[in-house]
């Protein structure tokens, strides 16, 4: 276990560069520190935009199938992951060693269908030490967007270690959504995702597939930044515990890359996965693109805006329609910035369309921009849950509220770090809501010079008020939410129902963060109970165990993947 004088030792460093590496029985040792400010590319290897080929990740297939007690309602499909060292080249020339799922990044997506269990079989492979910290790569694996049990939900002190394996459930009750999965290993899990520990887990159902674009037109966007020392190698600088923010912008590990699409409509499921960067994108046609999905699901009204805001671990479903574009156009997604990001020279690019001809192959696609949309409501009334959008205030039967500040240099929430939970046995708690119970948190960004995209486990919400915007929320955040953008000195006012799901096995502990992952690992967060604390705790319910079987027992098996460019 990493420690957090060796992490404040790290994040005092700035950045363990991989020049001159050694190798030893142990695995990999790094060299001695050298914080970066901006990538160390000759012009050689740097990366020019749009030259790039446009790819998406492949999707992994199951390694099983079946149904539980052989009853056909209840299907479930069992994957295997490894995390291990990988080798990628993200800029030209050179070849960067990355910590990813099945040694790749993005990591494998995942397709999940609602009303299928999942489960997922996680090994650390990794070898003793890291790539840009000194300790071994101890992982901890968090489905984001998922009401897992507390034990699988990726709690940042249950941790897998080099050589352990920990099989992950999940329940894929809910609306169909955009998760994704990434590392949550507390102290280091910005380093770790930084190093390449993210993937997407798209969770389908028959409301979204009858109304939204599937197949060829169904497109993951994984945005995220960089740094590259001159050997290409991964530099890493967390600008005194603010946060890092490179100068290359990558799309599913490609920098600025170009992608060659038919005239017709796409879905873009973007999500960011940057460790501390926020985006304002919008295309350079001035066209408004359509907000179909947040979060948690599609939105009950379609929205079109000309930019929208997202920080870290948000995802939006976006439509782009190309049909009224001529072949051979290009058209740009922009990237405008937000405030007290750190910008370069190229980051105010994200990635280009290629317009090409229509050869009739449009299975997939939609004939034209919904006005609305219907998500089926919640998959479990019976059990008292509560479609997140007809959420009102008359359902509350409590109201909170969470301050997120820096003081005296410590990243808090009302005050308390996650320091304090461990020391208190992990019994402090910010809340205890029963389950399924309605009530109302309002997040007040107290920092002043930072922005906090605050992620609470487990709960899908709805914004109901601003600070800002006239009080009302954004056009694109009218959808259920389980990131909020917490601007300088803005304020969020959500409704959330904790719903625990038809597993009557349901609640206990999850956590609330700030989703730059700088300030999430340096204890900027906090753990809430649903019902009693003691249930599923999520450390020792079911803890990782030494791996009986060989590193490459599961081989990975992909589905075929469309041309690289489209």
Request: charged share 20%; hydrophobic share 35%.
């Amino acid at each position: 276990m990493t420690s957090r004088r060796e992490v404040l030792q790290v994040g005092a460093l700035g950045a363990f560069s991989m020049v001159g590496v050694k190798t030893s029985g142990a695995g990999l040792v790094p060299a001695a520190p050298s914080p970066i400010t901006s990538s160390q590319l000759a012009p050689r290897n740097t990366p020019v935009p749009y030259r790039g080929i446009f790819r998406r990740p492949p999707e992994l297939v199951p390694f099983a199938t079946g149904f539980d007690d052989g009853d056909r309602a209840r299907p479930f499909e069992r994957y295997a992951l490894t995390q291990k060292l990988g080798q990628a080249q993200f800029v030209p020339g050179l070849m960067t060693t990355l910590a990813g799922y099945n040694g790749i990044f993005p990591g494998p997506t995942i397709r999940a269908t609602q009303g299928t269990r999942i489960e997922v079989r996680i090994r650390n492979a990794f070898p003793g030490s890291g790539l840009l910290f000194p300790g071994p790569i101890n992982t901890v694996t968090h489905l984001h967007g998922s009401a897992s049990l507390p034990q699988y939900d990726g709690y940042a002190n249950d941790i897998t270690v080099p050589g352990n394996v920990k099989n992950y459930h999940y329940p894929n009750w809910q609306t169909a959504r955009t998760l994704w999965y990434h590392d949550h290993k507390h102290h280091i899990t910005a380093q770790n995702v930084y190093s390449g520990l993210a993937g997407s887990y798209p969770l389908s159902d028959r409301f979204e597939r009858a109304q939204l674009p599937q197949g060829e037109f169904d497109v993951p966007l994984m945005l995220s930044d960089a740094l590259f020392n001159a050997d290409g190698s991964l530099g890493f600088n967390d600008n005194d515990q603010k946060g890092l923010w490179g100068d290359i912008i990558m799309v599913n590990g490609v920098p600025w890359p170009t992608m060659k699409v038919k005239p017709r409509i796409y879905r873009f499921r973007v999500l960011v996965a940057s460790i501390s960067r926020s985006y304002r994108p919008t295309l350079s046609t001035g066209d408004p693109v359509y907000v179909v999905g947040t979060d948690a699901g599609m939105v009950p009204t379609v929205q079109a805006v000309k930019s929208w805001r997202q920080g870290t671990a948000e995802r939006y479903e976006i439509l782009i329609d190309f049909r009224h574009y001529n072949p051979g156009q290009m058209i740009e997604l922009r990237n405008l910035s937000n405030k007290n990001n750190i910008d370069f020279a190229n980051t105010d690019k994200i990635m280009q369309f290629k317009v090409v001809p229509d050869p009739g192959t449009g299975a997939g696609s939609i004939s034209s921009i919904p006005a609305t949309l219907d998500d089926g409501g919640t998959p479990n009334p019976a059990q008292g849950g509560i479609s997140t959008m007809a959420l009102t205030p008359g359902l509350v039967v409590a109201k909170r509220d969470l301050r997120f500040r820096r003081d005296h240099g410590e990243w808090t929430i009302n005050g308390v770090r996650w320091d304090d939970v461990e020391k208190s046995g992990f019994t402090k708690l910010f809340g205890n809501p029963r389950p399924f119970a309605v009530e109302q948190w309002t997040i007040t960004n107290e920092s002043g010079g930072w922005f906090h995209p605050v992620h609470i486990h487990v709960v899908d919400a709805k914004i109901i008020a601003r600070n800002t915007n006239g009080g009302k929320p954004f056009a694109w955040e009218k959808g259920p939410k389980d990131v909020f953008y917490a601007g300088e000195n803005e304020s969020i006012t959500a409704l959330m129902q904790f719903n625990t799901g038809p597993d009557t096995g349901g609640g206990g502990r999850y956590m609330i963060h700030c989703h730059n992952l700088v300030h999430e690992d340096h204890d900027m967060m906090v753990q809430f109970s649903i019902g009693d604390l003691r249930k599923n705790d999520p450390i020792t319910t079911d803890p990782p165990i030494r791996d009986p079987l060989p590193a490459d027992h599961f081989r990975p098996v992909y589905r075929p993947g469309f041309p690289a460019g489209t």
